[in-house]
């Protein structure tokens, strides 16, 4: 999954502008997230008061997620499974003996004309066992069945991991966009407050009228962005809506997965357990049995047939011929139009496509392991820059207060190392988002996902039924 980078900004740039970006950018990654921070906190003095909580912090019981087979996309793919596993039963079936009764009633006349016309009727009953000694291709059409089971099986695995990706990423960015508003209030709150003394400064000509007009319009960039991450916060509680799933449900927890091995084991891992993988792998399984089912149609045929019947040519006679009688057949096709060739062509072609096809979702798997590996590395980086960040800015405001209080600052002094400060909240929010995100990407895509849903179906996902 792609992910936009925040590019290194000048100090000079307002706290608004750069949380204005920040909640767009994080749009495009679908990433979103939830603070409880403390009201004021950019104003305080305490530097413990403004970190941010970790993303994913509690909310309701992770029970309330139930399980992702309660999707309708996933009971969708799971009823093609079972249809797959009809047609190995319906396959076996064709080669097991079979029974069939047969009657008839028929009527006819002796001639045309209307004079002397004699009338009879004809009636026939029949009692026959088909039984297949052998059929060419018979075990490749069950073969074919078979993998084509295993496709919709896995199909079915993977619609269950990008349900469950799907509702992780959404909580993961609601929790995001609830962090970004709560330190934009903060912000909004902190700066407000400042802009009273202002207008006080501004009676006593301590301060310019062009300092009010700067806080008034970072104070409207600033409700803008609340405005931009409330959007992207209703775009992603849509997902959870619709699969029922409350949006103050707490994130599942991705740290029992051992997802902290090298990037090679977690390829290894994701090349065994991604359901893309298996389901391409038993595509090749079922176009090569497609294959030898093809050629099985180009050979011969042995059946035996056991009846039993009776019949006569006229309901007045006294009873029935009655009689039985066994035959063997065989059958042997020669192809003479060209269909078995052309069809066995179109097998083989379709074989190669499914060669293909697997040798592609390896090594997409691969791929999007190897990127959200990188992202997770750079991710962590970011969140220790970040909280770096923080911390000096945090030391600044303090400073900023202390000397303000003996006049060697003023009040836009405070409002511009409050703008650091707000600016090096969003940063860590945004840096916790995309590590999490990368780890939820790295559970998806080595299918290990979904052992993190609970097994208990949640009040709201009963309305899916």
Known sequence: MGYCKLRNRPIAVSFALVTLVAVLLSGCARNSTHQSATSGCLGTATRAECLPPELGDPGSDVSAFGPISAAPEVRAAEARSSAAAREIERVLAANRPDLVFQTGLGAQTGGMGYGGQSASSDYSYALSLNVPIYRSGADAAADTARAEYRVASANAGDRRVATAYEIAIS?????????????????????????????????????????????????????????????????????????????????????????????????????????????????????????????????????????????????????LANGARAQVQFSMPFDFSGVGGATKNQRSDEMLAAQYDSEAAKAGVATAVRIAFDRREQARRMQALAQAELDSAQTFVVGIQAERKVGGRTLMDEVRALENLGAARVSLINARFERL?????????????TSLFGSSIPTAALNLK
């Open 437 to 449: 995100a990368a780890e939820y990407t790295l559970a998806a895509e080595t299918g290990l996902i």
């Open 171 to 319: 909580l993961l960015t609601i929790r995001q966009q609830q962090e970004v508003i709560a330190a934009l209030d903060n912000y909004q709150n902190a700066v407000a407050s400042l802009r009273r003394g202002v207008e006080d400064e501004i009676a006593v000509s301590a301060a310019s009228r062009l300092d009010l007009d700067e806080i008034d319009r970072q104070l409207s960039r600033n409700a803008m962005s609340v405005v931009a991450a409330k959007l992207v916060l209703n775009e992603a509680s849509t997902t959870v809506k619709r699969y029922g799933v409350s949006a103050s449900s707490r994130l599942p927890d991705v740290s029992g997965l051992g997802l902290d091995k090298n990037q090679q084991a977690l390829i290894d891992i994701a090349l065994r357990n991604n359901p893309r993988v298996q389901s391409r792998t038993a595509a090749v399984d079922a176009a090569s049995s497609r294959v030898r089912e093809a050629d099985g149609l180009m050979g011969p045929s042995v059946s035996a047939q056991l009846q039993l019947y009776g019949e006569t040519t006229s309901l007045s006679e006294a009873g």
